[in-house]
């Protein structure tokens, strides 16, 4: 399992990018990540857990709201499973786009919509993900979201 000090030093990077301290492209998302993005969305919407998981890391971090930092895959396991479970619904939308001048790492932004009606539960709000490109194959390495709405 990579070590947490490794994950925070892809944060880091992202601090980089979006500073400016690396030639990053922002504007319309280039292809690849509107494609991770398309895939997202269409395993959320299929229930297709093993599809959804396939989109993250082995060692992914999760940092989610009012939660202590966790990391691995059976993380993003147990909250897609409780949205297939609960017959929720979940969508992204892709705003940003930074990529690292060699191709190794990039961050997408965006909002993300939530709704779990048997449960009475509505939220939108924003979503980063820091990506490293493993094999030519991008994985997301931390999941970060938090809510729109005021406590």
């Not at 396991?77 to 001048?101: E, K, M, Q, W």
Request: no cysteine.
């Amino acid at each position: 399992m990579r070590p947490i000090r490794t994950i925070l030093m892809s944060l880091a990077t992202l601090g980089t990018l979006i500073a400016g301290g690396a030639a990053a492209e922002e504007g319309p998302p280039d292809a690849p990540f509107q494609a991770i993005n398309d895939r997202f969305n269409a395993a959320v919407a299929a229930g297709d857990l093993e599809a959804m998981l396939d989109l993250y890391a082995e060692d992914v971090l999760w940092l989610a709201p009012n939660a202590p930092a966790a990391t691995g895959r059976e993380i993003a396991r147990a909250n897609y499973g409780f949205v297939f479970d609960n017959n929720a619904s979940l969508s992204h939308t892709l705003d940003h786009v930074f990529v690292s001048d060699d191709r190794t790492q990039a961050v997408m932004i965006g909002t993300f919509t939530f709704s779990a009606p048997t449960l009475n539960i509505a939220d939108k709000g924003s979503y980063l993900f820091v990506l490293e490109n493993q094999n030519k194959t991008w994985k997301i390495t931390a999941d970060i979201f938090n809510s729109d709405q005021k406590n």
